[in-house]
């Protein structure tokens, strides 16, 4: 296992993220953060680490900057603009293609709250690429009309409990036109703190990203 911490450009932002690199790695996972969250997520960290376990290279990125980041705990500015996000998240599929030890390897994209309709806007500019999206408690339909757009398959997992987001999930899911499933975890919440209900997450989108990328 070979980690790093990497700088990717975007624009004028230098976006720092952990790239995890297991040996005979059968594609990257690219992490997209919900709202408020960063790189740090202990949530998605246990979710890339089951992701690496299972042999995929993981990339977790902070997608604002940390003038960005001080700024929106006021604002809450960037942090909701999707199409910003979006655009960060195509460029880093970009420089994962350039880099020798990814150049081949096929990109899945994990979005978490608002982090998951950028990561649908994602696919929908990165077609060739982007082979599959697992979204966990995520907003797609903030997606927009890119819903209907995105060409690889789609997996939302839900807490049973979080109520108002499983609806906006199976609302998005109805706009989909490529491959989706909807699951369900039974009891669990938004953050999905029950006991066992993050580890469900986890293997559900090691067996997603083993099926489709």
């Given amino acids: 296992m070979v980690t790093s911490t990497v700088t990717v450009p975007s624009g004028g932002a230098a976006l720092t993220g952990d790239l995890g690199l297991p040996a005979g790695a059968r594609g990257v996972v690219l992490f997209a953060h919900g709202s408020g969250s960063s790189r740090f997520s202990p949530r998605n960290r246990a979710v890339a680490t089951a992701l690496r376990e299972a ?3 993981t990339l977790l990125l902070d997608l ?3 003038d960005e980041d ?3 705990e006021a604002t809450g500015r960037h942090r909701f603009d999707i ?3 979006a655009g960060r998240l195509a460029h880093t599929v970009d420089w994962l293609e ?3 030890q990814t150049a081949d390897l096929p990109v ?3 979005g978490a709250s608002t982090g998951a309709a950028a990561a649908l806007v994602a696919a929908t500019a990165r077609p060739r690429r982007v082979s599959a999206v697992v ?11 890119a819903l209907g757009l995105v060409a690889c398959p789609v997996l939302l997992v839900v807490g049973g409990d979080d109520e108002t987001v499983l609806d906006l999930n199976r609302r998005a899911a109805g706009r989909l036109s490529a491959a989706h499933h909807v699951h369900v975890v039974p009891g669990a919440t938004h ?3 029950e006991p066992g209900a993050l580890e469900e997450v986890a293997a559900l989108a090691a067996g997603w990203f083993r099926e489709h990328l």
Avoid: I, N, Q, V
């Avoid at 979204?135 to 797609?140: A, L, T, V």
């Fill in 64 to 66: 604002l900057t940390e």
């Fill in 70 to 72: 001080r700024e929106d």
């Fill in 98 to 100: 350039r880099r020798p």
């Fill in 135 to 145: 979204s966990r408690g995520g907003r797609p339909d903030l997606a927009g009309d």
């Fill in 191 to 193: 953050l999905f703190p």
């Fill in 83 to 85: 199409g910003l996000l």
């Fill in 55 to 57: 042999g995929f290279a």
């Fill in 108 to 110: 899945g994209l994990f």
